[in-house]
Nanobody, 116 residues
Framework: VQLQASGGGSVQAGGALRLSCFAS????????MAWYRQAPGKPRDLVARITNIGVTTYADSVKGRFTISTNNAKNTAYLQMSSLEPEDTAVYYC???????????WGQGTLVTVSS
């Protein structure tokens, strides 16, 4: 599975961005997609995850502000980010896996910069 992330950029605090992650290849081997982020000097952390039946999980720090979704017809996952804060500044990575198999794929990162 290949993952292509896009949509990063610079925005002022309080603004919004939407990230996209297009999946290609053997997409039937995965049943979850997620977004992680990594700020300088910090570990890569889970931001949001969605399963193939629409169950979502969010980091506490983004609940109520970020929404993960998928468009299965387009093989694309999205992360709608609103009310952005400078603390959201990070490289965001798309991830796909299968909860019961040792399968894990990463896309390239996309930088999100939020200025105060």
């Amino acid at each position: 599975v290949q993952l292509q992330a896009s949509g990063g950029g610079s925005v002022q605090a309080g603004g919004a961005l939407r990230l996209s992650c297009f999946a290609s290849g053997n997409i039937f081997s995965i049943n979850r997609m997620a977004w992680y982020r990594q700020a300088p000097g910090k570990p890569r952390d889970l931001v949001a995850r969605i399963t193939n039946i629409g169950v979502t999980t969010y980091a506490d720090s983004v609940k109520g502000r970020f929404t993960i979704s998928t468009n299965n017809a387009k093989n694309t996952a999205y992360l709608q980010m609103s009310s952005l804060e400078p603390e959201d500044t990070a490289v965001y990575y798309c991830n796909a896996d299968h909860v019961q198999r040792d399968i894990n794929y990463w896309g390239q990162g996309t930088l999100v910069t939020v200025s105060s």
